[in-house]
């Protein structure tokens, strides 16, 4: 497996244009994104995108099982490479 990296706030900013640029390098990239549309948006433009939001405990245990399941691992360990990026507004 080559390297993972999941991307938070990829709806926008920063976390937008790394997911886009990652997966331009050849990262297998999982973004993420707290409003369902913005995961359909990304979906659209080509990225794999996952809905999360870091403020509920559910939606985080959620997000970790889609994305071990989409890199194909049976524990975070696993992934070779996280990035966590996180705008507060």
């Not at 991307?7 to 990239?29: F, P």
């Not at 559910?58 to 966590?84: G, N, P």
């Amino acid at each position: 497996m080559g390297k993972a990296i999941l991307i938070t706030g990829s709806s926008t900013g920063i976390g937008y244009v790394a997911a886009h640029e990652l997966q331009k390098r050849g990262y297998k990239v999982i973004a993420s994104c707290r409003a369902q549309q913005d995961v359909d948006r990304l979906n659209q433009e080509g990225l794999t995108c996952i809905q999360l939001d870091l403020t509920d405990e559910k939606s985080i245990k959620s997000a970790v099982q889609k994305a071990l399941i989409l890199c194909e691992v049976t524990s975070m360990r696993c992934l070779t490479t996280v990035l966590m990026v996180n705008l507060e507004r």
